[in-house]
């Protein structure tokens, strides 16, 4: 696995998600200014984390997607051994 440079936008959402913060998008903009968090989002998983996207509805019935960082189900690390065992690699 990869590591984040400690000055970057992506660096500073995934500590905010491990260290078990949720976040949404106007969230991330406003403490970290991130203007978009679902390629932060991508760039986070690119690097081996299990970042998962949960849609609710907010008070205001906005429909809204929170950020959470899990641990991968064991359907998506079986697919990856069985990935490896084929000779696909990134």
Do not use: H
Not at 4 to 17: D, G, H, R, S
Not at 37 to 52: D, F, M, Q
Request: charge should be positive.
């Amino acid at each position: 696995m990869k590591f984040f440079n400690p000055e970057t936008k992506t660096y500073k959402v995934f500590n905010a998600l491990y260290n078990g913060d949720t976040l949404t998008q106007s969230e991330a903009t406003k403490r970290f200014g991130v203007k978009n968090l679902s390629a932060e989002a991508s760039r986070i998983r690119k690097n081996g984390y299990a970042v998962y996207a949960n849609s609710r509805t907010a008070g205001n019935g906005v429909q809204v997607t929170e950020y959470v960082l899990g641990k991968p189900s064991r359907e998506i690390v079986a697919l990856g051994y069985k990935a490896k065992a084929m000779g696909i690699t990134l």
